[in-house]
């Protein structure tokens, strides 16, 4: 039976594994193979202490070593069960069970994707899901933005500083954003126009980075070549919690629901990272709240030793 275990393999877990493991709980952290939003980033301007930024991939592996250092075990599992059991949590990896008395999971969200040819070749070098990360990359370049949501809305704002022209490709002739938001980027018409009732049905490439898109009129099926940098996926997010619908109180999205502490509906439960956050997302509110998840599991072990329930 561990302390904690938690689930997940992003900022957030390693962040809850630095701060469990330095409290002496030994964690138990078991990570999936898909890859955190960060291993999937460039460079990472906006993480505090690093004046000259760091690189993604290795911001992630140094928080690994550091919660590695301090006694944090890491496994390789997609998690696919999870159960409740009076005082204590089961977490299921194929046929083997790990049983935990607290459990902090760091699933995050996947952004969801087109599912279009060139889609995952460029992903990276051209096709981003993260404007407030990539953004300053695309000085003086062309870039297109797809969807009509608030996080369209908000890449493009963030684009605007940084790019000559962005186009924004919705399948529609509406947004569905938030009209505050919609009119702040309806205004800019120096750098910004939209393509309505319009698809991306193709990323163009040169072998190495995106060079176009293709694009069709949903409504007259008129195909067009884009000549762009970029491609900004602005299609919402899919937060990784289907295992724990029934179990865990999850919002109208799908996300899990978590209080100002990080705690979930059941005692002993934390959620931490974009899994929980629909709003933020992003790599330093994901450590916070890791961070927060850690100390909660912490005072939880020290309250059931107290009650002699340990
Ligand atoms: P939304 O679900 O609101 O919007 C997704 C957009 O992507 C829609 O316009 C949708 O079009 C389009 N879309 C979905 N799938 C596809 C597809 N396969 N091909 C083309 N277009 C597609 O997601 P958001 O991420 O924008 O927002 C999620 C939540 O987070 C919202 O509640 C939002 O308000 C909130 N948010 C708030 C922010 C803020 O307050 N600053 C910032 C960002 C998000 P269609 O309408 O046709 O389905």
Same mark, same amino acid.
């Given at each position: 039976m561990r302390d904690v275990i938690i689930i997940g393999g992003g900022i957030s877990s390693h962040t809850a594994a630095l701060y469990t493991a330095r409290a002496s709980l030994k964690p138990l952290v078991i990570s999936g193979p898909e890859l955190d939003q960060l291993s999937l980033t460039t460079s990472v301007e906006?993480? *505090?202490?690093? *004046?000259?930024?760091?690189?993604? *991939?290795?911001? /992630?592996?140094?928080?690994?070593?550091?919660?590695?250092?301090?006694?944090?075990?890491?496994?390789?599992?997609?998690?696919? $069960?999870?159960?409740? &059991?009076?005082?204590?949590? /089961?977490?299921?990896? !194929?046929? !083997? !069970?790990y049983e935990g008395r607290t459990i902090i999971i760091c699933t995050g969200a996947s952004a969801r994707k087109l599912g279009i040819p060139g889609e995952d070749k460029y992903f990276g070098r051209g096709v981003s899901t993260c404007a407030v990360c990539d953004a300053a990359l695309y000085g003086g370049k062309d870039v297109v933005v797809i969807g009509g949501?608030? $996080?369209?809305?908000?890449?493009?704002?963030?684009?605007?500083?940084?790019? @000559? @022209?962005?186009? /924004?490709?919705?399948?529609?002739?509406?947004?569905?954003? $938030? @009209?505050?938001?919609?009119?702040?980027?309806? @205004?800019?018409?120096? !750098?910004? &126009?939209?393509?309505?009732?319009?698809?991306?049905t193709e990323v163009l490439g040169d072998g190495k980075f995106v060079t176009g898109v293709k694009t069709k009129n949903i409504k007259t099926n008129e195909e067009s070549e884009l000549k762009v940098d970029g491609m900004f996926l602005a299609i919402g997010h899919i937060p990784n919690a289907k295992i724990f619908e029934g179990k865990i109180d999850l919002d109208e999205h799908g996300y899990i629901i978590t209080d100002k502490l990080s705690r979930t509906n059941i005692e002993g439960v934390y959620a931490a990272g974009d899994v929980q956050d629909p709003i933020f997302s992003q790599a330093v509110t994901s450590a916070g709240t890791g961070c927060q998840a850690a100390i909660q599991a912490e005072r939880r072990i020290e309250n059931l030793k107290a009650k002699g329930e340990y």
């Open positions: 906006n993480f *505090p202490g690093f *004046p000259d930024g760091i690189q993604g *991939p290795d911001l /992630i592996n140094n928080a690994k070593k550091q919660a590695q250092k301090f006694g944090a075990e890491y496994i390789e599992g997609l998690v696919d $069960s999870f159960e409740v &059991n009076e005082n204590k949590f /089961i977490v299921g990896v !194929k046929d !083997k !069970k949501g608030d $996080s369209a809305m908000e890449e493009s704002l963030a684009l605007y500083k940084f790019a @000559k @022209k962005i186009t /924004i490709v919705h399948r529609k002739d509406t947004f569905n954003a $938030s @009209k505050i938001m919609q009119d702040r980027v309806l @205004k800019l018409t120096d !750098k910004i &126009n939209v393509m309505w009732d319009t698809s991306v």
